[in-house]
């Protein structure tokens, strides 16, 4: 995929583009957010690091890729886990900066960001993906910080750290240090203090002078201040100022060209730059003539609803048949598919009522869709009823032929089962919509696992061989994502590891 990434400074942010490339993805472009013109450097943002960002021009020239800079005009206004899209929120100035890089490089359909444990950051850089269209690859997340650590080293990412806030770190001593020369002293302070390695907790922040990524040229710091923010003896918190630096080359045959001449240029984008409102007025007439489209071919259908009720549990499943050839709708089209599927879960949710049920109760869906070949549509359908927050785990399996036009069989044209929990308290849910090391590649609007009174319940995965989001097959990817599914399986009441019951998907996707 073409991807651009996000770029505070800091090692993780840096790191991540390494990976991106060692998984086939193309890096076309940066995207960073700074503080206003005259603005300290450290502002109170939950979501952006902003110290150093005087540097953050030069990546431009030191990777030959254009850099796209914005403002951060909007504060942390929504600060619960799950963001709303929120006016004047500092979440809204990374959206229209990757909506302006989008109108720049239509081609682009992923964004890279190094979020390692902040599900605060992960989350809001989803939601953001999700509006534009865009995939999330985060493949540093949740990996062991220690292994990060020690592999960000061996990859030769240089940083130095210019903020300092946690127990142990003193401003003259380790303001400005290499991270390479750290290890040690941030182990014996997470032994000491139960810090951590990376910094996840706001020990410290990093800024990147060199790294793999930098093939034209290197940064060199010539002079920086220190700016004591808090005199605290135990931690104190101090930043570093940079006041002089420069762009040396990398020599030809090296890792570099030998030339700074590249297309790494700095583009500004304006802070009351927006989304063209005529492109979301068409956008907004295009999603109104759609539904009404689909309104119209959903009534061509008809939805026969059963349920199996039980102590603990209540399974739903409305099939839906198609209409006579002679109606024209073909259900295994877009139109046809969205329309089946409305059909059904709009049935669903009339149901749940009665039944002392809502979506918040269920655990797994097995959706039997026409042809997976609409499966993006099907999503589409899937998401505007279900909740985004903490959806169930899903199966999607073709069912065996698809007709065309309706009328060539007695069976359904789509099946949605689902099973609910009578008493839903306990219910946990796997759902990281980014790429990752982590967690298993099924990315959607649904969970990767849901676990609940002893019974796991896991997705359909997907292939990793054969380009599943353009990735590499990575065997110790697939070990690591079966250890963390393995992490979500309940014990039993006797205290074994096993589970007293689990359910795997039985679908590629």
Request: charged content about 15%; overall charge negative; aromatic content about 6%.
């Amino acid at each position: 995929m073409k991807v651009v990434s996000l770029v505070s400074g800091g090692k993780d942010s840096c790191y991540n583009m390494v990976l991106c490339q060692q998984y086939g993805h193309e890096i076309v472009a940066l995207a960073n957010l700074l503080p206003v013109a005259g603005e300290a450097d450290d502002i109170d943002s939950w979501m952006y690091q902003t110290v150093g960002h005087q540097l953050i021009g030069a990546y431009a020239a030191c990777t030959g890729l254009p850099l796209y800079r914005r403002s951060i005009t909007g504060a942390s206004a929504d600060q619960r886990l799950v963001y709303e899209d929120t006016k004047g929120d500092e979440v809204e100035d990374l959206y229209c900066l990757l909506a302006f890089v989008l109108q720049r490089h239509p081609d682009v359909t992923a964004v890279a960001s190094g979020a390692i444990a902040s599900d605060y950051q992960r989350t809001r850089v989803e939601r953001v993906c999700a509006r534009l269209g865009l995939v999330s690859l985060a493949y540093l997340w949740h990996q062991p910080q220690a292994l990060l650590l020690r592999r960000m080293i061996e990859t030769n990412i240089d940083a130095i750290l210019v903020k300092i806030a946690a127990a142990g770190l003193m401003p003259r001593k380790h303001l400005g240090a290499r991270l390479a020369a750290l290890p040690a002293q941030l182990h014996e302070l997470r032994r000491l203090y139960g810090s951590n390695v990376c910094g996840e907790g706001g020990e410290y922040e990093s800024l990147t002078l060199d790294c793999p990524l930098f093939t034209h040229g290197r940064i060199v710091l010539d002079s920086w201040e220190a700016v004591l923010v808090s005199e605290d003896s135990l931690a104190p918190v101090a930043l570093l100022h940079p006041t002089a630096f420069h762009v040396e080359p990398k020599p030809a045959g090296g890792s570099g060209n030998g030339s700074m001449d590249s297309s790494g240029t700095i583009i500004a984008v304006p802070d009351d730059w927006s989304p063209p409102r005529a492109a979301l007025e068409q956008a907004g007439a295009a999603d109104a003539a759609a539904a009404a489209s689909a309104a119209a071919a959903e009534a061509q259908l008809s939805v026969q609803l059963s349920v199996a009720e039980g102590a603990s549990y209540c399974s739903l499943t409305a099939s839906v048949f198609p209409p006579p050839a002679s109606a024209g709708l073909d259900v295994c089209s877009a139109e046809g598919t969205v329309a089946a599927l409305a059909a059904a879960l709009r049935a669903l949710s009339g149901a749940l009522p009665a039944l002392g049920l809502d979506w918040q109760a269920s655990l797994f869906v097995h959706l039997y869709v026409p042809s997976m070949a609409q499966f993006a549509a099907a999503n589409a359908a899937y998401a505007a009823v279900l909740p985004a927050v903490n959806p169930p785990s899903r199966a999607t399996v073709q069912l065996a032929a698809c007709g065309g036009g309706g009328g060539g069989g007695a069976g359904p044209a789509l099946v949605v089962d689902v099973l609910f929990a009578r008493v839903p308290a306990g219910r946990r849910v796997l759902h990281v919509q980014s790429i990752s090391q982590w967690a298993p590649s099924c990315i959607g609007p649904y969970s990767q696992a849901t676990r609940h009174a002893g019974l796991a319940l896991f997705a359909g995965q997907a292939r990793c061989q054969g380009g599943g989001y353009g990735r590499r097959h990575d065997h110790s990817h697939t070990h690591q994502q079966r250890r963390t599914l393995l992490q979500w399986l309940p014990a039993d009441p006797a205290g074994s590891s096993l589970p007293a019951a689990c359910l795997m998907g039985c679908a590629w996707l």
